[in-house]
C-alpha cells in the first residue's frame, strides 16, 4: 500500500501548516483545510486515508467531519484534536468511530505515533472468518478433548433426572454447564432457576427453597413462594452449594430424598417436582472431613459429577474463546478489532488463575481501550499486567482491613455476597481475602470464624 494520504483540517492557519509541514516531512501526502465547508468538500472529492481533524472549527464541527469522512470512506482513520474536550465530545467521537483523540498542546511525536497506528491499521489485513463449526450445547465454546468431555457429560445428563454436581474452579463456567444440561432435558420449556448460596442468610434458607404461608412468621402477610415452587417442572441450580449452612443440610436432603418438601407454617408437605443440578468450586471432600459438610448429603448430591477443566488444560480453545467474546464486545460498537497471532500467542501462554471469566474481562477491556486495528501481543501484556496489579492489591491486607472485613461478614451472618456488596468488593475477591486472612491465622486463636 503506498503511503496514506492525509488531510489536515484547523482553523488555525498556522497549526494546520506547521501539522502539514511535520507530516510532509515524514513522508506523507498532506493536504489541508482551514474552514469546515473547504473540509467536507476534500473529503466527498478527495480519497483521504486518514484525517487529522480539529473538534472546533466553525459551525462544522470535527464530529460533523468524522461522520462525512466515515460516510465517504468506512475504513478512514479519523484522528480529532482539541483544547477544550468535555466527556460529551469524547464519548461521541469515540461512539462515531474515532481512531485517536488528542488533547491540545500535543508534542509532534504523540500525533506522529497516532497516525503510524492508523497506517498500520489501515495496512493490517483482518483474518478471514474462521468456517463455522457445529456449535456445543448451551452455547459454550471450545472442542478441546476436555471440554468434549463435558460436552458428553452434559447429554449423558441430560437424559437422566438424577442430581447431579458440577465441580471446577471459579470462572470455569459451572453455570452454563447446569444451563446445557437444563436446555437439552426435557425440562427444557420449564424455569431454569439459579440459587446464590452465598447470597442467602443461615436463617432464610428454609423459607427461600420452601416457601411460606401466611402468618408463618411477623410480616407473612400472604403466602410466600419458595425457590421449588418457582421452579415447578424445571431445574434448580445450587450455585456454590458448599455454602449452604449445616442447619440447612439436613432438610435439604430430605426433600431430595423423599422429592417433598413443606412450606414454613404448613400443616402438610407437597410434592416437589423439579430436578436439582449442584456446582462448587469448594473441595467437598475435604469440608466432609472437616465436618464442615454433611457426607450423606455429598452423595446424595454427587450422583452425576461433571468436572470442568480450567482453561489452563483446555489452551486449544483459548483463541476460539478470545475471538468469540471480542465479536461480543464489539456487537454494534461500530469499531473494527481484531486480535493478531502473536497477541492469541500471548493468551495461549498465560496461566489465567481466574479461568474464563478473566479471559472475557481481558478481552472486553481490550476491545473498550485498544484503537481500532489489530490487537497486538505488547496490548494483550498490558491488558494482563494491569489484571494482576489489580489482584495483587486485591490480595493485600493491612489489620485494619482484615477486622473490618470479618466485623462486617459477623453483621451479615455470614453472607458473602451481602458483605462484599458493603465492602464494595466482588465476591471473589472477598473469597480470596477471607483465603488469606484463614492462612494468616492458622495455628491462632481468638479470631472470629469467617465462613458462612
Sequence with gaps: MPQPAILVIDDEESLASMVAAYLEAKGYRVATALTGEDALEEIASGDYDIVVSDIYIDEVSGLDILRAAKNQKPECAVILMTARGSVQTTVEAEAGGAFEYLAKPFEMSELLEAVRRAEAALQATPPEPAEEEAAPPGGMVGFSPPMVRVYKAIARSA????????????????????????????????????????????????????????????????????????????????????????????????????????????????????????????????????AKFREDLYHRLNVIRIDVPPLRERRPDI??????????????????????????????????????????????????????????????????????????????????????????????????????????????????????????????????????
Design 159 to 290: 437424559r437422566s433426572e438424577e442430581t447431579a454436581l458440577i465441580t471446577g474452579e471459579s470462572g470455569t463456567g459451572k453455570e452454563l454447564v447446569a444451563r446445557a444440561i437444563h436446555e437439552h432435558s426435557a425440562r427444557k420449556a420449564k424455569p431454569f432457576v439459579p440459587v446464590d448460596c452465598g447470597a442467602i442468610s443461615g436463617s432464610l434458607w428454609e423459607s427461600e427453597v420452601f416457601g411460606a404461608v401466611r402468618g408463618a412468621f411477623t410480616g407473612a402477610d400472604r403466602d410466600r413462594k419458595g425457590i421449588v415452587e418457582t421452579a415447578a417442572g424445571g431445574t434448580v441450580f445450587f450455585d456454590e452449594v458448599g455454602e449452604i449452612p449445616l442447619e440447612f443440610q439436613p432438610k435439604l436432603l430430605r426433600f431430595l430424598q423423599e422429592k417433598e418438601y413443606r412450606p414454613v407454617g404448613a400443616g402438610s408437605p407437597r410434592k416437589a417436582d423439579v430436578r436439582v443440578i449442584a456446582a462448587t468450586n469448594r473441595p467437598l471432600e475435604r469440608m466432609v472431613r472437616e
Design 319 to 452: 483463541p476460539l474463546l478470545a475471538k468469540h467474546f471480542l465479536d461480543q464486545a464489539l456487537a454494534g460498537a461500530g469499531k473494527r478489532l481484531w486480535l493478531e497471532p502473536g497477541a492469541l500467542a500471548e493468551m495461549e501462554r498465560h496461566q489465567w488463575p481466574g479461568n474464563v471469566r478473566q479471559l472475557e474481562n481481558v478481552i472486553r477491556r481490550l476491545a473498550a481501550l485498544a484503537p481500532a486495528g489489530p490487537i497486538t501481543a505488547q496490548a494483550v501484556r498490558e491488558a494482563l499486567h494491569s489484571r494482576e496489579e489489580d489482584e495483587e492489591e486485591a490480595g493485600e491486607l493491612s489489620e485494619v482491613e482484615r477486622r473490618h472485613i470479618l466485623k462486617v461478614l459477623e453483621q451479615t451472618g455470614g453472607n458473602k455476597t451481602k458483605a462484599a456488596e458493603i465492602l464494595g468488593i466482588q465476591r471473589r475477591t472477598l473469597y480470596k481475602k477471607l483465603a488469606r486472612i484463614e492462612r494468616e491465622r492458622s495455628g491462632h486463636s481468638g479470631v472470629p470464624e469467617s465462613s458462612g
